[in-house]
Structure formats: structure tokens, C-alpha cells
């Protein structure tokens, strides 16, 4: 557990990827691979998710999690399928107890004090706030540091690029995390080489962070 959170505190971004069709992982992975930022966190929208957690995980140069997982049957096929954490938008006490038991890091979804006290007690790996820039942004987060010294978040929703140093500059914020490195329509058409330049221009950013 102790890897992965830190692998997530060195890259400072999460790539967000809904992913229509599992063949075009490999492009993408080959993207941000090159890119400097070997690290994805595949949504289970759609048909094609757990297929193309397995793609990523196979490669075995990336650090590939799962996100909106809403029930105990999607965080087992997601882990079977080599996801190495999964992320909630929210906080299921059964979702949450089960991948803990299964040794997998887990971050669930809080937006609200309860929930931050929920999550932890539960064992959370770190916490996912969302929707980030709806529930108060870096504000919010300012506001729970104090309360809670130890809460460690991945805040994600709404974040643009411009906002991002604001959030990263926070002690208790390990990542962020951002649709925006991947366009769906960007994927769909094969342009791993736009998606590439927009990981170069974050990576650009993260440095001066």
C-alpha cells in the first residue's frame, strides 16, 4: 500500500481515462509511458474497462488503478484484472471494508467532515474529494487540514490545468486527479500524439509545483 501511495505523491497527477473501446489502452499507455507519467486510473463506465485494465496492468510500466467502482463484484474484477488501487466517488462501507480486505489500496469518494471520519475508519489508503471544485475546492480542503492532520486527498472534478498548481500546493492533497489528460474524443480517434503533448505540457507544469 505504502508503494503505491507513494508512487501517486511523485507523479502529483492521476490521468482519469474513460475508456470506450480496451484497444486503444496500449496507444495511450505507450503516451504516458513516454510522456513521464506512468500512471492511469481507468473508470469502470463502460464495457470495455476491465479489458483495458489488463492491458495496462500486463505491460508492467505503469501504475494502473480503477475508478468509479460502485460494488464488490467491480472491485473484484477490477483487482483480478491487475488494477493495483481503486478509487470510489464515494464512500460504501461494504466496497471499502471488502478491497481493504483483498490488500489493495482504496480511496474513496468524501466530500463533507462524516465522510472524511467514515473513510479513514475504514481503513482508506487516501481520500478522493469529490466532485473537488462543486464542494468548496481548495478552499474545502484547507478547512479540513485543520481537524484532520492526517488525511491525505486525491481531489478530483472540475480541476482544469490552471488550477492545479492551487491544489498541489496543499500538504494534505498526495495528487490530483484529472479528465482532462485524456479526452474521450481524443481516444476514440486514436490520437495518442495530441494526448501525449498534453501530458508533456502537465508535466511541464508539475515541475514548476
Known sequence: MGSVLETLSKMRLVPIVVMDHADCATGFADALVAGGLP?????????????????????????????TILTTDQADRAIDAGAQFLVAPGTNPAVVEHVVMRGVPMLPGIATPSEIELAMSLGAAALKFFPAETMGGVAALKAFAGPYPDARFVPTGGITYEMLPNYLK????IACGGSWLAPRDLLAAGKFDEIGQLVAKAKTLLASV
Open 170 to 173: 496543499l500538504n494534505c492533497v
Open 39 to 67: 500512471i492511469a486510473e481507468v473508470t469502470f463506465r463502460t464495457p470495455a474497462a476491465e479489458q483495458a485494465v489488463r492491458i495496462l496492468a500486463k505491460r508492467g510500466d505503469l501504475l494502473v488503478g480503477a475508478g
